[in-house]
Each structure stands twice: as structure tokens, then as C-alpha cells.
């Protein structure tokens, strides 16, 4: 067990007229739950508009009786994490807050930075889901045959999938691990790029390198790519072949043509899992001609075996900026899309 890990009640709380108290067990744990300079502490008064003042090992909570809840919340939730002798960083405070303001799921349960139930465990990380999306996502994952991750930039889509499918590998539950991606031009020439094909292609899927370097040792992700136990690949590679004992993951999928898209969803076979994610208001094809990703979504609804999870802007887990950049470039499209609609009528 873990120093950190010596002492794991519960938080005590006292509710006043017009605060909430918290007690901590640990001090040692207390002062990396606020932070170097109380920066995590100013990080969730910032975001949950309240004011917490810390004194000794208790907390009290000033704001709404809402806000007090959900700041009570957050850290408790955080300090779970570090009694566990997981790290906090700006990320995990980030997500507790935002899945503090998320609509619990059906069941009534609401997803946690510290929940052992979503985590997902590879060689180099323990990675739990920092919205409320993800971590239906990661168990649609788990239980579905093929899950749909469509959404903008920055919401895990690619890296929860691709930690999955790694940890599925590790745990020798499928045999291998196969990344693809349509190697369509956004904006950009390929004859133009230097080298051979393969030289050609690789740009396109280095965003899938990158996530793999995260997760596994950068020798083991050089062999077992080597051995053909992981293979990256442009979408093309896959016409012909059948998929068995295999977790295949389709990447920027908006870019697939209708016909992309049915020939990949084809090769699935004997125990084989999927994950296609995609960003429908980001397709470079060529104009008239529509994504397979689209057709996909349309045809699939109500299939056995196959789940669709949408992300918002809210589920962004990038910078801050990029947050308020997604929700402004949506908010300038939903205005384009009002203006055409009264340009018809």
C-alpha cells in the first residue's frame, strides 16, 4: 500500500447556514488535492463560482447551496483519487468539475475522476474519463461490437479508444490492434510530400503514433508493430481482408465515401471489436459527394451490437481556448445554418 493510501475515510462535512465544511484525514493528501499555491483549489473556485477557504485540514464552502454540493463534490472525488495513490493534475481537477455540472446518467449514477469502474489500464498510464460522455463512452466500449465516437476535436474520442483497444492487447483479449484512417487531403497535396507512398501516408496517422507512444513503452510499441501485432494503416490497406481476433479503430471517419465506410464495417470477424470516430462538421471530401460516416449513422440506428456516442462542446478536454474556440466556431456554423434556412423560406 501506498504512503499515500494510509488512511481512506470519507471527508467529514458540516453544513452551515451559509457554508459546507469538509474535513481531511490527511494532510499530506490535502496539500496535493489544492495544489502548489492553491492552484487547483483557485482552478475550482474559478469554475464551480465558489469560494473555498482552507484552514489546517478543513475547507469550508461559501456560494449557492448548488454550487456548494458540487464543489463539495469535486473534492471529494479528487481526494478518492489520491487516497488511491493516483496523481492529480489540471486535467483531472478540469474533468471533476465539468462532470460536476453534467446530468447524471439514466441509471441516476453520475461518472467520476476516480471511479475504478471506467478506468482504463495501460503499460504507461491509468487513464479514467474526465466527462460524463466519456465514461459512457468507455463502457459502451466494453460491451458494444462497434461504438460510434462522433463529436469534435479535443473529446478523447481517438485516445479513449485507442487505450481501450490497448489494454484489450495487454490483456490478451484480442490478438491484435489495427489503426486506420482515410488519407484524404485537407487542404494539402499529397504528390506534393516527399518520398514514397508510405512516406506519403504517414502524416495522415501520426496523431494514432502518438497516442501509442502514450500508452506503451516506445520499444514495445517498435515491436510489436514490427511483429504485426499492431499495424497502422491507411483506410485503403483494408479492402480484401477479414478481421478476426482484433480491435480495429477507424479515425477521422467523416473522410470515408460511403463505400469506405461499408467495406470497413464488413471486415469484422470472429471476435473483433470496433470503434469509428469521426467529426461531422469537419469533412474534406469533395464537395456533393457525402461522408460514409453519415450514411453510416443513418442506416445503423437501432442495430444490435452497435451504440453511437456524441460528444459537445462541453466535453472538450484539451486547453481550456480550444473549449471556447470549439464553441465558437459551432456557434458561428449554427448561425450560417439559420441565415440558409431563412434564405430558403
Known amino acids: 500500500m501506498s504512503k499515500n493510501q494510509t488512511n481512506t475515510k470519507t471527508p467529514k462535512t458540516s453544513p452551515t447556514n451559509d457554508t459546507t465544511i469538509l474535513e481531511f484525514e490527511n494532510n499530506?493528501?490535502?496539500?496535493?488535492?489544492?495544489?502548489?499555491?492553491?492552484?487547483?483549489?483557485?482552478?475550482?473556485?474559478?469554475?464551480?463560482?465558489?469560494?473555498?477557504?482552507?484552514?489546517?485540514?478543513?475547507?469550508?464552502?461559501?456560494?449557492?447551496?448548488?454550487?456548494?454540493?458540487?464543489?463539495?463534490?469535486?473534492?471529494?472525488?479528487?481526494?478518492?483519487?489520491?487516497?488511491?495513490?493516483?496523481?492529480?493534475?489540471?486535467?483531472?481537477?478540469?474533468?471533476?468539475?465539468?462532470?460536476?455540472?453534467?446530468?447524471?446518467?439514466?441509471?441516476?449514477?453520475?461518472?467520476?475522476?476516480?471511479?475504478?469502474?471506467?478506468?482504463?489500464?495501460?503499460?504507461?498510464?491509468?487513464?479514467?474519463?474526465?466527462?460524463?460522455?466519456?465514461?459512457?463512452?468507455?463502457?459502451?466500449?466494453?460491451?458494444?461490437?462497434?461504438?460510434?465516437?462522433?463529436?469534435?476535436?479535443?473529446?478523447?474520442?481517438?485516445?479513449?479508444?485507442?487505450?481501450?483497444?490497448?489494454?484489450?492487447?495487454?490483456?490478451?483479449?484480442?490478438?491484435?490492434?489495427?489503426?486506420?484512417?482515410?488519407?484524404?487531403?485537407?487542404?494539402?497535396?499529397?504528390?506534393?510530400?516527399?518520398?514514397?507512398?508510405?512516406?506519403?501516408?504517414?502524416?495522415?496517422?501520426?496523431?494514432?503514433?502518438?497516442?501509442?507512444?502514450?500508452?506503451?513503452?516506445?520499444?514495445?510499441?517498435?515491436?510489436?508493430?514490427?511483429?504485426?501485432?499492431?499495424e497502422v494503416a491507411a483506410l485503403a490497406f483494408m479492402r480484401g481482408r477479414t478481421l478476426s481476433n482484433a480491435a480495429i479503430i477507424l479515425d477521422e471517419a467523416q473522410n470515408t465515401t460511403p463505400v469506405q465506410m461499408k467495406m470497413l464495417l464488413t471486415r469484422m470477424g470472429e471476435n473483433s471489436r470496433m470503434a469509428v470516430t469521426g467529426d461531422l462538421s469537419q469533412v474534406d471530401l469533395p464537395l456533393g459527394m457525402r461522408s460514409g460516416l453519415h450514411e453510416a449513422v443513418d442506416i445503423l440506428q437501432g442495430v444490435k451490437g452497435v451504440d453511437f456516442i456524441n460528444f459537445g462542446e462541453g466535453d472538450v478536454v484539451r486547453h481550456p481556448l480550444v473549449t471556447r474556440i470549439v464553441r465558437a466556431y459551432g456557434e458561428h456554423d449554427r448561425e450560417k445554418q439559420l441565415a440558409l434556412k431563412a434564405r430558403k423560406n
Open 28 to 230: 499530506h493528501l490535502l496539500a496535493q488535492l489544492v495544489g502548489e499555491h492553491d492552484r487547483y483549489l483557485a482552478r475550482i473556485e474559478e469554475g464551480l463560482n465558489v469560494s473555498v477557504a482552507s484552514r489546517g485540514n478543513k475547507m469550508a464552502i461559501s456560494g449557492t447551496k448548488q454550487a456548494q454540493a458540487q464543489t463539495k463534490g469535486v473534492l471529494q472525488d479528487l481526494y478518492k483519487r489520491l487516497e488511491k495513490g493516483m496523481d492529480v493534475t489540471e486535467g483531472e481537477v478540469d474533468g471533476a468539475i465539468r462532470m460536476a455540472g453534467d446530468a447524471p446518467a439514466k441509471d441516476g449514477s453520475r461518472a467520476s475522476v476516480s471511479e475504478d469502474s471506467s478506468m482504463i489500464v495501460t503499460k504507461r498510464r491509468r487513464i479514467t474519463p474526465r466527462s460524463t460522455n466519456q465514461a459512457a463512452y468507455v463502457n459502451s466500449l466494453r460491451t458494444h461490437e462497434l461504438v460510434f465516437g462522433l463529436g469534435p476535436a479535443g473529446t478523447g474520442k481517438t485516445y479513449l479508444a485507442v487505450a481501450n483497444a490497448v489494454a484489450m492487447l495487454i490483456e490478451n483479449k484480442v490478438d491484435r490492434l489495427i489503426l486506420a484512417r482515410p488519407a484524404v487531403e485537407a487542404g494539402e497535396k499529397l504528390g506534393f510530400l516527399p518520398g514514397d507512398m508510405r512516406d506519403k501516408i504517414d502524416p495522415y496517422l501520426r496523431p494514432l503514433y502518438d497516442a501509442l507512444y502514450d500508452m506503451l513503452p516506445a520499444e514495445e510499441v517498435v515491436k510489436r508493430l514490427e511483429n504485426g501485432e499492431i
